[in-house]
């Protein structure tokens, strides 16, 4: 089994180096780090967790709570956060929770009595509670994808309020004037962004906004599929829906289709996350692209930072959503 000083003399660097590679601390060129890590990679080096969480009180070990993995926006942004936490040495324990306050809690409470050295959230947290106490316990705390501006966490997420106001642009071009809206649950701050830019878009093209439009799902494809029947069944159905997630949006598509309505001749469908099922779906979807990539890098970059002790003030990091479109949409009465 290859030991530090095999990595040291196969890299032509020093002891000393190797360690601040394994431990991320000390000032190092990305060149010289690149380099150590290919040579652990290529002798298939593994730094000792135990001596190191007992030394140091580190396992290397981040946790990533989930509300849901079979929503491939989730699952990309837990691929995203395995790989970077991959290339800084760390392990990734994932968590599904439901959207369940006891299993955020219990799963919240495990990662910490196993010294996870931090956490990454990807859910609504309903409880704020239990947040607070781990930071007062100290626990390094990162959020992805959502906002908890009443918090001190680092945060890195998209601009919803502008996604669900370049969503509803692009269909008012288009000439649709009775665009509904599903959303999830109007409680989490990213959906209440979204409809809040939905509704901007409308107001500036003098087209009123109508609360019966507004239709909260729960965020499975069934669960959109369902609701986006409800608002079809009205006599007067709205001739594009904007979904605030590409499952609920898919669902509309087949809704529609059930109904023996044209999508986008008779209904047009907007989603947001640009997962690989908008791309595959027939008609492929026109989505608000979030830069999954880019988020699960930063998050992990940010919470890296805050165990090694290199940061104290924390970041919120807006990235700028973007239009993707498909053949989902069309003009209106074209």
């Known amino acids: 089994m290859a030991t530090i000083y095999d990595i040291a003399k196969e890299a032509g660097v020093s002891i000393a180096t190797v360690s601040k590679v394994i431990n991320q ?5 990305d060149k010289t780090r690149q380099h150590v890590m290919e040579v652990m990679k290529r002798l298939n080096y593994q730094p000792s967790v135990v001596a190191s969480a007992l030394t140091k009180k580190r396992t290397y070990t981040i946790g990533l709570l989930v509300p849901d993995l079979a929503n491939p926006f989730f699952a990309e942004i837990a691929r995203s956060v395995e790989d970077r936490a991959h290339e800084l040495g760390y392990n990734l324990v994932i968590c599904n929770t439901d959207n369940d306050l006891n299993k955020e809690e219990r799963y919240t409470n495990l990662l910490r009595q196993k010294s996870a050295d931090g956490i990454i959230l990807a859910t609504g947290v309903r409880s704020s509670a239990s947040l607070k106490k781990l930071l007062q316990q100290k626990q390094a705390i990162a959020v ?4 908890m501006p009443a918090l001190a966490v680092d945060t890195v997420l998209v601009d919803d309020f502008l996604g669900g106001y370049l969503a509803a642009s692009h269909l008012l071009e288009l000439g649709h004037r009775h ?7 109007l409680e989490v701050m990213s959906s209440r962004d979204r409809v809040r830019g939905y ?16 239709r909260v799902s729960a965020f499975q494809l069934q669960d959109g599929k ?3 029947g409800r608002l079809l069944d009205e006599p007067d159905r709205p001739t594009a829906i904007f979904a605030c997630n590409d499952l609920l949006a898919i669902g509309a598509i087949q809704a529609a289709r059930e109904r023996g309505l044209a999508v986008p001749r008779d209904l047009s469908v907007v989603g947001f996350d640009n997962t690989v099922l908008a791309g595959i779906i027939d008609p492929p979807l026109t989505t608000i692209a ?4 880019e988020m699960g890098r930063q998050v992990v970059n940010l919470i890296s930072q805050e165990i090694n ?3 104290n003030a924390k970041q919120r990091v807006v990235l700028v959503p973007e239009l993707v479109v498909r053949e989902s949409t069309g003009q209106w009465g074209a």
């Open 25 to 29: 601390t000390g000032r190092i060129s």
């Open 144 to 147: 992805i994808a959502r906002d």
């Open 179 to 185: 665009i509904a809206v599903i959303s999830e649950d």
């Open 199 to 214: 509704r901007q878009a409308l107001e500036e093209a003098d087209v009123p906004f109508e609360e019966k439009w507004v």
């Open 226 to 228: 369902e609701t986006a």
């Open 290 to 293: 979030q830069p999954i990539q």
């Open 309 to 311: 002790g290199e940061k």
